[in-house]
């Protein structure tokens, strides 16, 4: 069963920094099919980056993504206000190796 | 623009059946792209139900975890997909959402619906 493990649990940053966000994969993955959510109170997730790196239609160039095989990176430049919220990673393989990361929370320093 | 509407009771009582179905605008049930259920709650975070796929005729591909309960269905007459969930617990509750996954970004999650907030409980 393929496990995402994602830390910190919480980043607490201010606006204007950078934060790095971690998803480990507990068997190697591949890079097609790794995507990151961004969740705020009361919405739905909303695609931020799928295929590891590459930006969903709409999203600001301050988020990238990289990694490979188990280990994988969300960072997000620059913080607005309107980006502190709940990232998950997921992995999306053949089914059902479907999985979710416990997600990371970046909250307001 | 693709957009999912939800609809379905909000509360279950334990042991029945809970129905939820999602009406697609914008894509068509019978494309290429998958037709996804997740829930989500504090216990257990985001958990994938299972999809419906369209390849000269309909898929259904269901979490292990929920097999034994859980049937989808889709409807081209009226655009739309559905969930039944069977014999329901406390354990069922939570926020259940349908999602798009698109296959030209690698089955990644594109749209979701507006989420319904399920309770069972007598």
């Known amino acids: 069963e393929l496990v995402l493990t994602q830390s910190p649990d919480t980043l607490s940053l201010s606006p204007g920094d950078t934060g790095s966000l971690s998803c480990r994969a507990s068997?190697?993955?591949?890079?097609?099919?790794l995507v990151w959510y961004q969740q705020k109170p009361g919405q739905a997730p909303r695609l931020l980056i799928h295929?590891?790196?590459i930006r969903a239609t709409g999203i600001p160039d301050r988020f990238s993504g990289s990694g490979s095989v188990t280990e994988f990176t969300l960072t997000i430049s620059r913080l607005e206000p309107e980006d502190f919220a709940v990232y998950y990673c997921?992995?999306?393989?053949?089914?059902?190796?479907?999985?979710f990361g416990g997600g990371s929370k970046i909250e307001i320093k | 623009q693709v957009q999912l509407q939800q609809s379905g009771p909000r509360l279950v009582k334990p042991s029945q059946t809970l129905f939820l179905t999602c009406a697609i605008s914008?894509?068509?049930?019978?494309?290429?792209?998958?037709w996804i259920w997740m829930r989500q709650s504090p216990s257990r975070g985001l958990e994938w139900l299972g999809r419906?796929?369209?390849?000269?005729?309909?898929?259904?591909e269901y979490a292990v975890s929920v097999k034994s309960r859980i049937t989808f269905t889709a409807d081209p007459s009226t655009n739309q997909f559905s969930l039944q969930l069977t014999s329901v617990t406390p354990e069922d509750s939570g926020v259940y959402y349908c999602?798009?996954?698109?296959?030209?970004?690698?089955?990644?999650?594109?749209?979701w619906g507006q989420g319904s907030l399920v309770t069972v409980s007598s």
């Open positions: 997921q992995y999306y393989g053949n089914s059902p190796v479907l999985a």
């Open positions: 914008g894509d068509s049930v019978s494309t290429n792209s998958a």
């Open positions: 068997q190697g993955v591949s890079n097609d099919y």
């Open positions: 419906t796929f369209y390849r000269s005729k309909f898929y259904h």
């Open positions: 295929g590891t790196s």
């Open positions: 999602a798009r996954g698109n296959r030209r970004l690698g089955m990644a999650f594109d749209y």
